[in-house]
T-cell receptor, first 112, second 115 residues
């Protein structure tokens, strides 16, 4: 058990669908993150939340919409995605924004 | 461009040998250099990390060597074992204006240890 749980593990969606990725951390951390992992590319930071407030947004397209209702839960709402958005989406948490990251096992997203 | 360049892309090492993965960075403001290990189907996990005020850090069979003047750092895995087979990511962090740690990752090295 990693302490950071992501659901679903796999998701296939069409370009016109709307879906959401869920992340839950059981570590009592104050910061949560969304990363995108594509083959042969560095992990890309998408969003950072600290105490439920968004503090970092790395020029991510508006078709990705994060939501952090409390310090334990993080969502990534998806709509009108493109095939190039297919990737592994990783959630992470840390005690503070300067502390080591704890990653979940990711959601493998395929956009058809 | 705040890049971290990692090499090699893939590495095959015999059991008991030394695995060496190298990273180079450009931004001299980076002040924290972690290595993450990722097994198939799992998320990355912090393996070992170093600050630029020391040249080497060792934890068990894993050692980070850091060369500040060359802006390079490397991971050495001694007595490599099949269970070490994974993808390894180096990273470097820069404290942003918000005081957040913002990790810049390398592209990863897929390490395979053969019997």
């Amino acid at each position: 058990e990693t302490g950071v749980t992501q659901t679903p593990r796999h998701l296939v969606m069409g370009m016109t669908n709307k879906k959401s990725l869920k992340c839950e951390q059981h570590l009592g951390h104050n910061a949560m993150y969304w990363y995108k992992q594509s083959a042969k590319k560095p992990l890309e930071l998408m969003f950072v939340y600290s105490l439920e407030e968004r503090v970092e947004n790395n020029s991510v397209p508006s078709r990705f919409s994060p939501e952090c209702p409390n310090s334990s839960h993080l969502f990534l709402h998806l709509h009108t995605l493109q095939p190039e958005d297919s990737a592994l989406y990783l959630c992470a948490s840390s005690q503070e924004t300067g502390s080591p990251l704890h990653f979940g096992n990711g959601t493998r997203l395929t956009v058809t | 461009q705040q890049q971290v360049k990692q090499s090699p892309q893939s590495l095959i090492v015999q059991k008991g040998g030394i695995s060496i993965i190298n990273c180079a960075y450009e931004n001299t403001a980076f002040d924290y250099f972690p290595w993450y290990q990722q097994f198939p189907g799992k998320g990355p996990a912090l393996l070992i990390a170093i600050r630029p005020d020391v040249s080497e850090k060792k934890e068990g069979r894993f050692t980070i060597s850091f060369n500040k003047s060359a802006k390079q750092f490397s991971l050495h895995i001694m007595d490599s074992q099949p269970g070490d087979s994974a993808t390894y990511f180096c990273a470097a962090s820069l404290i942003s204006n918000f005081g957040n740690e913002k990790l810049t990752f390398g592209t990863g090295t897929r390490l395979t240890i053969i019997p």
